[in-house]
């Protein structure tokens, strides 16, 4: 089937479509955010970009991820997944508007901008990590993989429209600064995402709870033994835990080139120009978002025919590939091309990995496995920012570096095949 043929699919299904609706508002809301964040801290002309500004801007955005993640698994099994969904994405407006007002100031306080970009995302980590644990709720079992494939690729691509509308608001002059007005227009959509949580009826989200719930105190307690929990059942179900470590790693390699091509961009192929440097990037995030969609489209096919585990061998020797090759020629249409490639790759594993757990892991163990997922997703991309702060020149062009990134997808590879040959049943 068809990308556009599942999705139709899938949409007959009222309370697929009300979840559907939220995540592509609210991640479309976050490419318009992080536009205008790209933008104020690392294309403004009065900054000069190097890897270390990269790592630090990164890890406002995603730290934030790995710190709230533990937590965010405990109380997504312990409380309406609706609710969590409604509330904080308009409670995270506030932030967001605070960024606002900072960046319309002009103080050049790159420090509060991000201490507000930190409590905006520490929000979003719950309703990233619930919207991914409630979609077992709103499909059938055999339209899962169907439904991995879909609903995270429509977000990415609506994150990547919310890029593009994002840019294109940074031209229309509104009589202050306009990255301050595209912020605003993010906060909006955060609050629309939450009010249209709130037309999916109570409980429909899950979790099942088998027991009343326990107090306030005793959950802040318990979110470590949560955390203990959803390791040991990942321990016992091989098939998730592999494929959670295959993509942590992959999110390393990843994350190298991304610092590298946006140096690249910033200071080698625009150099002195901010706003030319960042509308070429913007073609380049273009390329991978087409690589992301292909891949909602390309792996349903193939998972037809190979295992989600064979696919992901094969993607991680394509992204192997691809960083030697035509990324090598470091020119831009070959960047854009390596870009567009690396993207299916990485989306393509996703919803491997994303299946594998949902198929291997308990619901009541879902919402923590997520977070745990998450605090490996993320931490190894941030991890390769601080490593790129020290080893990428601020060209962002290195032969060495793409030769050891190919030799890590190919390694990670190798592991993988190994492990979970010895884990099957």
């Known amino acids: 089937m068809s990308f556009l043929a599942v999705l139709r699919h899938l949409l007959r299904g009222q309370r ?5 609706v939220v995540r592509v508002t609210s991640q479309f809301g976050d490419g318009v955010f992080q536009i205008a964040l790209a933008s104020y801290l690392l294309f403004s002309p009065e900054k000069q970009a190097d890897a270390g ?11 934030p991820f790995s710190v709230i993640g533990p937590f965010a698994g405990v109380f997504l099994d312990r409380h309406d997944r609706r609710l969590i969904l409604a509330r904080f994405n308009i409670v995270r407006a506030v932030p967001t508007l605070t960024a606002a007002a900072i960046v319309a100031a002009s103080a ?3 420090g509060a901008v991000y201490v507000t970009v930190i409590v905006a995302f520490g929000l979003n980590r719950f309703l990233l990590s619930g919207l991914s644990a409630s979609l077992p709720r709103v499909v059938d079992s055999s339209d899962l993989l169907m439904a991995n494939a879909v609903t995270p690729t429509s977000g990415t691509i609506a994150y990547m429209c919310g890029l593009a509308a994002g840019a294109g608001l940074r031209q229309i002059p509104i009589g202050f600064d306009h990255n301050a007005g595209v912020i605003v227009v993010a906060a909006l959509l955060y609050c629309a995402a939450g ?6 009826p109570p409980r429909q989200l899950g979790p099942d709870l088998a027991e009343p719930r326990p107090s306030l105190l005793h959950e802040l307690g318990a979110v470590m033994r949560g955390l203990v929990a959803g390791v040991r059942h990942l321990r016992d179900r091989p098939q998730a835990g592999y494929a959670l470590g295959a993509i942590g790693v992959h999110r390393f390699w990843y994350g ?4 590298a091509t946006i140096l690249l961009y910033r200071n080698t192929f625009e150099p002195g120009d901010s706003d030319a440097a960042f509308a070429a990037l913007s073609v380049a995030v273009l390329g ?3 690589g992301y969609f292909t891949a909602a489209i390309v792996t349903p096919l193939a998972t037809s025919r190979l295992t989600p585990r064979a696919w992901i061998l094969v993607l991680l020797g394509l992204a192997a590939a691809v960083t ?10 070959a960047i854009i091309v ?12 996703k919803i491997c990995v994303d299946t594998l757990v949902q198929r291997h892991v308990d619901d009541a163990f879902r919402g923590r496995v997520f977070s745990i997922y998450d605090v490996l997703f993320n931490v190894a991309f941030v991890l390769a920012a601080i490593v790129a702060a020290a080893v990428v020149p601020t060209s962002g062009k290195s032969y060495w570096l793409l030769a050891a990134t190919a030799a890590g997808y190919l390694t990670t590879a190798a592991a993988y095949a190994r492990l979970t040959h010895k884990a099957a049943p």
Do not use: H, K, W
Not at 256 to 259: G, N, R, W
Not at 338 to 349: I, R, T
């Open 108 to 110: 050049n306080a790159d």
């Open 256 to 259: 190298l080139i991304s610092v």
């Open 288 to 290: 991978a978002g087409i």
């Open 338 to 349: 390596g870009a567009l490639f690396l993207g299916l790759a990485a989306q393509g594993m």
């Open 195 to 200: 009010l249209l949580a709130l037309r999916i």
């Open 324 to 333: 030697v090759f035509p990324t090598a020629l470091y020119t831009e249409p």
């Open 16 to 20: 697929f479509r009300e979840l559907f």
């Open 53 to 63: 500004s990269i790592a630090a801007a990164l890890a406002a955005v995603l730290l």
